[in-house]
């Protein structure tokens, strides 16, 4: 028996942490006024609570026009829409993020082109753009990864250089801020999820904001069955689906938004003081400061982890060890996507992968991103964001617990262990 809960030891923490999402009798009330207004879809067009919604998340992040839709993926389906990704168009993409930031792209049957990630932000590295921009590109498409912004002003710069538009996938940056300027508001469009385990949620759920109308009516019609959009000043007709969001999940998005600023001061204060202990803990470092963030929305914690500074122990044996001392955290939380179990990609499934072309384009082996895959595969730790959404104590027990495993590390060298095997996996293709 050893000293670390994996190897039989007494965990740090025995109490879970308190639970995510959180709600109270504002969400309680809401879902009351639409189960008794008899109205529980999004038809008529916009619904009350998904009209009233819309404005208000629009307006924090300084955007004029704001639309509710039934999930982030479809936020980014729906953007493309707006912006007029024709198919065959390319779309880059940053090589180290959630699937569903890619799955659109192909939906819309046009081309996504992998981009790697800055090892300082972990987010679509602006420097390596250009070298990737064909005829043939459209749009690049940022995501707002974990704790930090693309870099928005390099990626603005570029695509204005090479007419291109820009899509900001910000379903990690719910209220965050880049120069003052809200999420989602630089870009031509911005996209946002409510998926249950962001920093707001209506469970599922998305919204697409933008500063153009035209696009605005576009989002409209696209997510409405093609019907006109509310102000139809623009009059194009498309082909649409129901993408829209119910009322139920609309309502409670309302408090979930009130919500924000008090959670977002405590978050801050506990990652600010979580980083004030860790920052020279042997074996991890912290991403790069962003003093361009003037408000900060950081969905996870992500610490980077180096094996090579401690005697080759794998981040999976780190994490495994950790998660048994009662501190929930992953390692491996994305993978590049080409790599991913859930893009088995087949060619024929997406023509414009093969126009023009002697061969369809082989997204699953065409790509050798090495700093996503780093990130992906050995170095980023993510901690979710209601960790610290508790005391200074929650926080303690946090980094006691990274510093008693790396205190006993030899414990864990070489060991099996079913929580170590899990990392192993992508979180899609584990057990549970
Ligand atoms: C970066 C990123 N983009 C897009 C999405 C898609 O959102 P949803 O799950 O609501 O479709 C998510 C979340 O799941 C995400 O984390």
């Known amino acids: 028996m050893g000293k670390l809960a994996i190897t039989g030891g007494t965990p740090v923490r025995a109490k879970r942490f308190d639970p995510w999402p959180v709600h109270d009798e504002k969400e309680r009330a809401a879902i009351e006024d639409v189960l008794t207004g008899g109205n529980w879809g999004g038809q008529p067009f916009p619904g009350k609570h998904a009209d009233a919604f819309g404005k208000k998340f629009a307006a ?17 389906q729906a953007a493309l829409k707006a912006i007029d990704i024709r198919p065959g168009d390319e779309v880059l993409v940053p090589a180290y993020t959630w699937e569903g930031t890619v799955g659109p792209v192909l939906l819309v049957n046009a081309v996504p082109v992998f981009v790697v990630v800055d090892p300082e932000t972990y987010c679509m590295d602006a420097k390596k753009i250009e070298a990737l921009l064909t005829p043939k590109t459209r749009a690049l498409l940022p995501v707002h990864l974990g704790m930090r ?6 990626i603005m710069a570029i695509a204005a250089k090479h007419n291109l538009k820009v899509i900001e996938d ?13 999420a989602g508001s630089t870009g031509d469009v ?13 469970g599922e759920g998305g919204a697409v904001i933008t500063n153009n109308l035209a696009y605005f009516e576009r989002v409209q019609s696209y997510i409405n069955a093609g019907r006109r959009s509310v102000t139809d000043e623009y009059k194009k007709r498309i082909i649409g689906f129901n993408y829209r969001l119910g009322e139920f999940q609309a309502a409670i998005l309302g408090p979930q938004l009130d919500r924000l600023p008090e959670q977002r001061k405590v978050r801050q204060a506990n990652m ?11 074996g991890l470092g912290l991403l790069k ?7 900060p929305a950081p969905y996870g914690y992500v610490l980077k982890y180096f094996a090579d500074k401690v005697k080759d122990i794998p981040r999976a044996a780190f994490v495994g060890a950790l998660q048994l001392e009662g501190i929930p955290c992953d390692g491996l939380f994305y993978e590049p996507v080409y790599r991913s179990s859930l893009f088995p990609l087949d060619p024929a499934d997406f023509p414009a992968l093969s126009w023009g072309r002697e061969k369809p384009l082989d997204l699953r082996n065409m790509y050798k991103c090495p700093e996503s895959e780093r990130a992906a595969y050995h170095e980023a730790v993510w ?9 200074k104590a929650d926080v303690d027990s946090i980094v006691d617990a990274i510093h008693k495993v790396l205190e006993n590390f030899e414990e864990v ?10 990392q192993g996996q992508s979180r899609a293709d584990r057990e549970s």
């Open 190 to 202: 911005g996209c946002f999820s409510f998926q249950s385990s962001k920093l707001m949620t209506s």
């Open 413 to 422: 060298r070489g060991l099996e262990h079913k929580a170590i095997k899990a």
């Open 289 to 295: 400061p962003e003093p361009r963030i003037t408000r």
């Open 383 to 391: 901690f979710s964001h209601h960790l610290f959404l508790g005391t």
């Open 272 to 282: 600010d003081y979580f980083e004030s202990r860790l920052r020279d803990t042997p």
């Open 149 to 154: 912004f693309a870099d928005l002003d390099a």
């Open 60 to 76: 924090l992040h300084t955007a004029k026009y704001g639309q509710c839709v039934n999930t982030g993926t479809v936020a980014i």
């Open 170 to 182: 910000c379903a990690h940056v719910h209220g965050g801020m880049w120069r003052d300027k809200g």
